[in-house]
């Protein structure tokens, strides 16, 4: 059956150098695919210091702005795209609060993570964002549309 636009609404998620460092790769992914959404893009990255200056490029005016970009190109990172039904808001939600002490226990920074510098993943915070993170880390050909026998169920 042919998916509504809504159904295509894709999300970039970043697994950052201390989530991958702390194997919680297969946790997070596994999230994402329990609930449904669907898988569109995945590769292993090492950024490098400039790379991660574009990607937070919206919050160079910030303190601690050096600290976050040399921690993003520290290490490996797993760039995904998701697709599905709201999954830029409720994948924010699946992800918790930024700093971890204030995020619900059940999402993934309230059960795995305790410090703002630490906080194990990122989410795109909006269509927008989602759109130019998606182009920042993804070539086109990258992004794959496929059916899976689960769509039919879910929506
Ligand atoms: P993200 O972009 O990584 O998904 O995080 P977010 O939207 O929840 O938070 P944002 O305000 O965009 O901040 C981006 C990342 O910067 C780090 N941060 N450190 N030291 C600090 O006070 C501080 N504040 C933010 C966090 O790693 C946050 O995820």
Same mark, same amino acid.
């Given at each position: 059956q042919e998916l509504s636009a809504a159904e295509l609404e894709r999300t970039f998620i970043a697994i950052k150098p201390d989530g991958v460092q702390r194997g919680l790769i297969a946790e997070i992914i596994a999230r994402f695919e329990r609930k449904g959404y669907k898988l569109v893009a995945i590769k292993l990255v090492h950024p490098t210091k400039d790379f991660a200056e574009k990607h937070y490029d919206d919050l160079?005016?910030? =303190?601690f702005f050096n600290g976050l970009t040399d921690f993003l190109s520290s290490g490996p990172v797993v760039a995904m795209v998701w697709e599905g039904q709201g999954v830029i808001k409720y994948g924010r939600k699946m992800i918790g609060a930024t700093a971890p002490l204030a995020s619900? =226990?059940?999402t993934i920074r309230g059960d795995f993570a305790i410090a703002v510098g630490r906080n194990i993943i990122h989410g795109s915070d909006g269509p927008e964002t989602a759109k130019d993170e998606i182009a920042l880390w993804f070539k086109p050909e990258e992004l794959l549309t496929y059916k899976k026998e689960t769509d039919k169920w879910l929506y």
């Open positions: 160079k005016a910030r =303190p619900e =226990p059940g």
